[in-house]
T-cell receptor, first 114, second 111 residues
Framework: KAGVTQTPRYLIKTRGQQVTLSCSPISGHRSVSWYQQTPGQGLQFLFEYFSETQRNKGNFPGRFSGRQFSNSRSEMNVSTLELGDSALYLC?????????????FGSGTQLSVL | GESVGLHLPTLSVQEGDNSIINCAYSNSASDYFIWYKQESGKGPQFIIDIRSNMDKRQGQRVTVLLNKTVKHLSLQIAATQPGDSAVYFCAARHNFNKFYFGSGTKLNVKP
């Protein structure tokens, strides 16, 4: 079974631009969560989608948005990029039907904002 | 607000020794906990999980202990090997709410 796939692996953008990151969950998984990881900050939760609906949301500004498609694939978008948005963005999937399910993570998209 | 914290940002151990990584959580309603390992350039990898109705769970060379009274979680790694060098995160969740992750402990294994 293929793991969680995130594309692209690396991305370089300039301030003010927007970016779209993609995540394909493990087959059969209906929940997709997004996290931002910066050095020394751990994993900061962005949002979770389950069956195309946002189920949980973190404390990020509205420039960060996401969506999930009927095949459970998810995208997140960051508009008007700022230098502080440089980070590793991780996607995680799970079946989503039970609260005590482990998350499976992708390798992440490393975003650099110049 | 709710938080999860790790006691030490870095832990150095000798190869073959046992390692103990600690974690504290703030929400007494948290009922599911996971430990993850993250190697450089990779996403977090599942190690072991535990539900709040248990206080101990063992895997291969790893044991997770949960003390709900003091809201403390620990990961014990037996006979630590160089391949165990990584950053370790704990995560806590209540029901279907979001997972809260600690900031991570970097484990250095000295040969």
């Amino acid at each position: 079974k293929a793991g969680v796939t995130q594309t692209p692996r690396y991305l370089i953008k300039t301030r003010g631009q927007q970016v779209t990151l993609s995540c394909s969950p493990i087959s059969g998984h209906r929940s997709v969560s997004w996290y931002q990881q910066t050095p020394g900050q751990g994993l900061q939760f962005l949002f979770e989608y389950f069956s195309e609906t946002q189920r949980n949301k973190g404390n990020f500004p509205g420039r960060f948005s996401g969506r999930q498609f009927s095949n459970s694939r998810s995208e997140m978008n960051v508009s008007t990029l700022e230098l502080g948005d440089s980070a590793l963005y991780l996607c995680a999937s799970s079946y989503g039907g039970r609260a005590n399910e482990k998350l499976f993570f992708g390798s992440g998209t490393q975003l650099s904002v110049l | 607000g709710e938080s999860v914290g790790l006691h030490l940002p870095t832990l150095s151990v000798q190869e073959g020794d046992n390692s103990i990584i600690n974690c504290a959580y703030s929400n007494s309603a948290s009922d599911y906990f996971i430990w993850y390992k993250q190697e450089s350039g990779k996403g977090p990898q599942f190690i072991i999980d535990i539900r709040s109705n248990m206080d101990k769970r063992q895997g291969q060379r790893v044991t997770v202990l949960l003390n709900k009274t003091v809201k403390h979680l620990s990961l014990q790694i037996a006979a630590t090997q160089p391949g165990d060098s990584a950053v370790y995160f704990c995560a806590a969740r209540h029901n279907f709410n979001k997972f809260y992750f600690g900031s991570g402990t970097k484990l250095n294994v000295k040969p």
